[in-house]
T-cell receptor, first 113, second 111 residues
């Protein structure tokens, strides 16, 4: 079975540019999570969706970040405009329900110069 | 918010040795999950625990859900070089609303 799919795996962009990260959850999973990982802060939950509806976005750092889940098989995390401090690895994870174990994608390594 | 503590932060062991690490919380958790992350990859689920006192094994790995529901332990027996990585604990709090990760334990295995 295919796991969580993320694209791109690597993204290098200049400050001020828009960045869009993509995620395809495991088929049949109803919950989707976006995380950011840095050396300083570890794994941080940014937002999660349940049945395509955003439930908790309290971890989204600021208005430059937005996430959508237009259907059960696709989600995007957008940063506009990007800043160097956004450089991190962004993970998408999915689970059968919000209280079940989560399965992670391979991550997108974002570098903003 | 909820916080999980993991100890040790890092450890260096000889190949073949057994490893123990733990995760603690100041509040009650309903589930405990253990993940391993290799460099450049996403965390991979190793073991999930759902009941206080539960002891679960996955090959050379054994994890336990503490009786107080405020801690969990992961043991690795007869370590091998591919055990190198960062081990994260994670869990849902008593209300099932918050899912949090610990800061991780970095394991190095010396040949």
């Amino acid at each position: 079975d295919a796991g969580v799919i993320q694209s791109p795996r690597h993204e290098v962009t200049e400050m001020g540019q828009e960045v869009t990260l993509r995620c395809k959850p495991i088929s049949g999973h109803n919950s989707l999570f976006w995380y950011r990982q840095t050396m300083m802060r570890g794994l941080e939950l940014l937002i999660y969706f349940n049945n395509n509806v955003p439930i908790d976005d309290s971890g989204m750092p600021e208005d430059r970040f937005s996430a959508k889940m237009p259907n059960a098989s696709f989600s995007t995390l957008k940063i506009q405009p990007s800043e160097p401090r956004d450089s991190a690895v962004y993970f998408c994870a999915s689970s059968r329900t919000a209280t079940y174990e989560q399965y992670f994608g391979p991550g997108t390594r974002l570098t903003v110069t | 918010g909820q916080q999980l503590n993991q100890s040790p932060q890092s450890m260096f062991i000889q190949e073949g040795e057994d490893v123990s690490m733990n995760c603690t919380s100041s509040s009650i958790f309903n589930t405990w999950l253990w993940y391993k992350q290799d460099p450049g990859e996403g965390p991979v689920l190793l073991i999930a625990l759902y009941k206080a006192g539960e002891l679960t094994s996955n090959g050379r790995l054994t994890a336990q859900f503490g009786i107080t529901r405020k801690d969990s332990f992961l043991n690795i027996s007869a370590s091998i070089p591919s055990d190198v990585g960062i081990y994260f604990c994670a869990g849902h709090d008593n209300y099932g609303q918050n899912f949090v990760f610990g800061p991780g334990t970095r394991l190095s295995v010396l040949p």
